[in-house]
């Protein structure tokens, strides 16, 4: 187990910010929700039993939503969880990213859907974003029980997203300082070069953000085992640093409880590529956190980041559901870095890619 060693801890200041912050085009939303690099309409499956709804009525709705021409277009947002007979025991784990995703500025409008007969339903979630305070007032959003036939909720649902068009349309781009950034850093499919070039490089687009006053997300707990140290070499106080130490102890304790460990987390890719050993692919993951960048604050998988700075959130080493609790926190952009190459994005926050090769 990795021990605190207080001498190897450093208090360190944030980056100074920039007396004149740069600029972007973004949509500015209402409230505390910030600002949006996107305006899209969402339709969310609550569950995996309305998830092909979901999909059905976004596509059905493409061409008419093309036609408004800020509107950067309508998703459905899909899931496998929630849609068994038994209460599911990821229950918070399922209803906070599904909360964060609705209340996300690049979402402009959002339909939740459930048939009523789930064990996590639209009730379930309206009620757990009203007791932790999600700004779900602010967003034009409707909870939608499917109770006829496929073909005529189609046909409600699509009802229900036209009457939205025009309200949503209205929102135009305007200039925005780039305190308005949240951006997650992401990496895949890395390789011996990804420490060396796209990860630092990433490192440096996340100071020039914080430094404006917006804040950067660092996610995979398992793929910072070996890189403690590093991390606390600039960190904002005791309690974070311990903070970061047991959540990656956590990790390393529930991976031994299925006769596991954390060494086993370089992929056959990886080791093909150079990435040899778990250190080396997690010193190079770290790379992420610029040496003049102080790690603020430590949260929980999908909690809101509610301030400026760098964050590091406990997450799976999994693509897909790393970056979905960073969204899920807040994320309005995604800077993924991949040597072999990685097709992850998310469905309504942009993705850049920095390659390695």
């Given at each position: 187990?990795?021990?605190?060693d ?24 209402s409230?505390?929700?910030g ?28 061409e ?33 990213p ?5 209340v ?20 379930m ?22 109770k ?10 699509e ?5 939205w ?21 992401q990496?895949g ?21 914080i ?51 954390a ?53 799976p ?38 390659m390695?090769?």
């Amino acid at each position: 187990s990795y021990r605190i060693d207080e001498d190897e801890i450093q208090i360190g200041k944030q980056a100074d910010l920039y007396e004149q912050p740069r600029t972007f085009q973004g949509y500015r939303r209402s409230g505390s929700r910030g600002v949006g690099t996107r305006n899209f309409i969402v339709v969310l499956g609550i569950t995996s039993q309305t998830s092909s709804f979901a999909l059905r009525l976004s596509e059905r709705l493409e061409e008419v939503v093309s036609r408004f021409r800020s509107i950067d277009g309508v998703v459905g947002v899909c899931h496998t969880e929630g849609g068994s007979e038994d209460h599911p025991n990821n229950l918070e784990f399922l209803v906070r990213p599904l909360s964060g995703f609705m209340v996300l500025p690049n979402v402009a409008a959002v339909l939740a859907i459930d048939s009523g007969m789930e064990k996590v339903t639209n009730e379930m979630l309206r009620n757990y974003m009203a007791g932790e305070n999600y700004p779900l007032q602010e967003v034009v959003h409707e909870f939608m029980t499917l109770k006829m036939n496929f073909a005529a909720e189609l046909q409600r649902g699509e009802g229900i997203v036209r009457n939205w068009l025009e309200r949503v349309n209205d929102v135009q781009r305007q200039e925005e300082s780039l305190c308005g950034l949240r951006i997650a850093l992401q990496c895949g499919g890395s390789d011996a070069f990804s420490g060396i070039s796209a990860n630092p490089l990433l490192g440096s687009v996340a100071k020039e953000v914080i430094c404006h006053g917006g804040s950067a997300c660092l996610a995979e707990t398992d793929e910072l085992i070996g890189a403690e140290s590093y991390v606390l070499k600039n960190v904002a106080d005791l309690s974070t640093a311990r903070q970061f130490v047991d959540t990656v102890e956590r990790f390393k304790e529930r991976a031994s409880w299925h006769g596991h460990t954390a060494e086993g987390n370089p992929s056959g890719g990886n080791k093909y590529r150079g990435l040899y050993n778990i250190t080396l692919k997690s010193i190079g993951a770290a790379m992420k956190l610029h040496p003049d960048v102080r790690m603020d604050h430590v949260i929980g998988y999908g909690e809101r980041m509610d301030s400026s700075g760098f964050y590091f959130m406990d997450s799976p080493g999994n693509d897909l559901e790393s970056v979905a609790g960073q969204v899920a926190s807040g994320a309005n952009m995604i800077f993924f870095t991949t040597g072999n190459g990685s097709i992850t994005n998310f469905p309504f926050v942009p993705t850049i890619k920095l390659m390695s090769t």
